[in-house]
């Protein structure tokens, strides 16, 4: 997966002035390749900015039942044009930026995106 929103170019936290979200992985979207989730901590409703493009069909994320560590991250979207893009983002070298691993060892930078009802 892909996760994005949560952190500036040099890796510092993004202030939120924002309340976390109802988590509504139980809508019935699964997390397949292309889909765009709300990302979180361990509690259930605490995605706020972050959020992540699975690269890959990840049912192991998907609403199981309401237990916390059951119930899910909630699909929101898809990647309905632009998948050459992520593909590219996939394949930039990783490595470790402070606490941080596996992240870019070049900042990327989400440009535009389009609502698409």
């Not at 119930?71 to 992520?86: C, E, Q, S, W």
Request: hydrophobic share 35%.
């Amino acid at each position: 997966m892909i996760q994005g929103g949560g952190l500036c170019e040099d890796m510092a936290e993004k202030g939120n002035k924002n309340k976390p979200i109802k988590n509504e992985a139980d809508n019935g979207l699964k997390n397949v390749y292309g889909s765009i989730a709300m990302a979180r901590t361990q509690i259930v409703d605490s995605a706020t900015s972050q959020f992540f493009i699975n690269v890959n069909d990840n049912e192991f994320l998907d609403h199981r039942d309401t237990r916390p560590d059951a119930y899910g991250y909630a699909v929101f979207g898809k990647v309905v044009d632009g998948m050459d893009t992520v593909k590219a983002i996939e394949q930039v070298a990783t490595g470790n930026k402070g606490m941080h691993h596996d992240v870019p060892l070049e900042p990327i930078t989400i440009v535009s995106t389009k609502i698409i009802a």
